[in-house]
């Protein structure tokens, strides 16, 4: 009895080892061939990763940092430089008249307006700006690392996109609104006037065209050429100025035949009651396109060149030293 008593008892103690082993088991000891097991952290195991935000939130985000890394460039103060002095013009002209009424505010206001803010500020902005919110990551190789974050490409280049208007905008209607109040100095122009503030009011959504036209053709420059500006620089102001002298059809391939179609209709003679009579039987020239049709056709420009940025940064294959195809 006390022999058949011990092997039960060593049966049942080898069965409870085993049903031990069986249910924790124990991790192997590592071997030269087999590296040592690390656990992951909480964070990367299945289940516990955070949850991924949406297009919007991707959004906001490349938005929030384009427009950080605008604000700190030193080009942005040279701009907003650029973009304040003609206020000057108009202070600078009271002075050096001889007389009190020797220029007339309206005439002076339209004419920076038109020649400056829109023909010239607008597109140098758009190159300043969006020319390089692509081509920077490009040139400084950090477009791998960008890339890597899980968001849209589609959400980063419109986001930056936002970062540009946001900035431009700000720099050129506030020049505008700080020129017609320095224009206001001289005659036949008025803040309490509704037509001279109608009138600004124009000029103001004619910028916002201007800027999103440019600005995205711009953007559509930095990501298919390795040298915006200056592809920028021959088109926006070679190109246009050499297509509005040729006869033809040919100016309707530039950006400034469609944001000239918006400009106000005889601007200068506002305060003349038979011309504000006929206004709405003025003719324009044939080959001049409505309102209506230019604001189709800028944001067609805007809408076609950051699609053709999206499909060039969604199909470009980005390496550490340079962009695969480019």
């Given at each position: 009895?006390?022999?058949?008593h011990?092997?039960?008892?060593?049966?049942?103690?080898?069965?409870?080892?085993?049903?031990?082993?069986?249910?924790?088991?124990?991790?192997a000891?590592?071997?030269?061939?087999t590296p040592?097991?690390?656990?992951?952290?909480?964070?990367?195991?299945?289940?516990?990763?955070?949850?991924?935000?949406?297009?919007a939130?991707?959004?906001?985000?490349?938005?929030?940092h384009?427009?950080?890394?605008?604000?700190?460039?030193?080009?942005?103060?040279?701009?907003?430089?650029?973009?304040?002095?003609?206020?000057?013009?108009?202070?600078?002209?009271?002075?050096?008249?001889?007389?009190?009424?020797?220029?007339?505010?309206?005439?002076?206001?339209?004419?920076?307006?038109?020649?400056?803010?829109?023909?010239v500020?607008?597109p140098?902005?758009?190159?300043?700006?969006?020319?390089?919110?692509?081509?920077?990551?490009?040139?400084?190789?950090?477009?791998?690392?960008?890339?890597?974050?899980?968001?849209?490409?589609?959400?980063?280049?419109?986001?930056?996109?936002?970062?540009?208007?946001?900035?431009?905008?700000?720099i050129?209607?506030?020049?505008?609104?700080?020129?017609?109040?320095?224009?206001?100095?001289?005659e036949?122009?008025?803040?309490?006037?509704?037509i001279?503030?109608?009138?600004?009011?124009h000029?103001?959504?004619?910028?916002?065209?201007?800027?999103l036209?440019?600005?995205?053709?711009?953007?559509?420059?930095?990501?298919?050429?390795?040298?915006?500006?200056?592809?920028?620089?021959?088109?926006?102001?070679?190109w246009?100025?050499?297509?509005?002298?040729?006869?033809g059809?040919v100016?309707?391939?530039?950006?400034?035949?469609?944001?000239d179609?918006?400009?106000?209709?005889?601007?200068?003679?506002r305060?003349?009651?038979?011309?504000?009579?006929?206004?709405?039987?003025?003719?324009?020239?044939?080959?001049?396109?409505?309102?209506?049709?230019?604001?189709?056709?800028?944001?067609?420009?805007?809408?076609a060149?950051?699609?053709?940025?999206?499909?060039?940064?969604?199909?470009?294959?980005?390496?550490?030293?340079?962009a695969?195809?480019g």
């Open positions: 009895m006390t022999a058949q011990e092997d039960h008892m060593n049966t049942t103690n080898n069965s409870r080892e085993t049903g031990l082993t069986d249910a924790v088991p124990q991790a000891a590592p071997t030269a061939d040592p097991t690390r656990l992951l952290p909480d964070w990367l195991r299945p289940g516990n990763q955070p949850a991924r935000g949406g297009y939130v991707a959004l906001r985000a490349s938005c929030g384009a427009l950080v890394m605008l604000t700190r460039r030193k080009r942005l103060l040279l701009a907003a430089i650029i973009a304040f002095l003609p206020v000057l013009i108009p202070i600078a002209l009271a002075f050096l008249s001889t007389s009190r009424f020797a220029e007339s505010g309206n005439e002076v206001f339209v004419r920076l307006i038109e020649e400056l803010h829109i023909n500020f607008a140098l902005l758009a190159l300043f700006f969006a020319g390089m919110l692509v081509a920077e990551d490009i040139e400084a190789r950090t477009m791998p690392y960008i890339l890597t974050r899980p968001l849209p490409r589609s959400a980063w280049v419109i986001g930056r996109f936002c970062a540009f208007m946001i900035v431009a905008s700000a050129l209607l506030i020049s505008a609104a700080l020129t017609f109040g320095a224009s206001t100095i001289h036949n122009l008025s803040i309490s006037n509704p001279d503030i109608y009138l600004l009011c000029y103001l959504a004619v910028m916002v065209m201007a800027l036209a440019y600005g995205a053709f711009a953007v559509f420059l930095g990501a298919f050429t390795k040298r915006p500006i200056v592809y920028g620089v021959i088109l926006l102001y070679g246009q100025r050499l297509a509005t002298q040729i006869p059809l100016d309707f391939f530039t950006i400034k035949k469609y944001t179609a918006l400009l106000p209709v005889m601007a200068t003679q305060h003349v009651v038979q011309i504000q009579t006929a206004i709405g039987s003025f003719e324009r020239e044939v080959f001049q396109v409505s309102a209506a049709k230019a604001v189709m056709a800028l944001l067609f420009i805007m809408a060149s950051l699609l053709a940025t999206i499909i060039a940064v969604t199909c470009r294959e980005y390496a550490a030293d340079r695969a195809g």
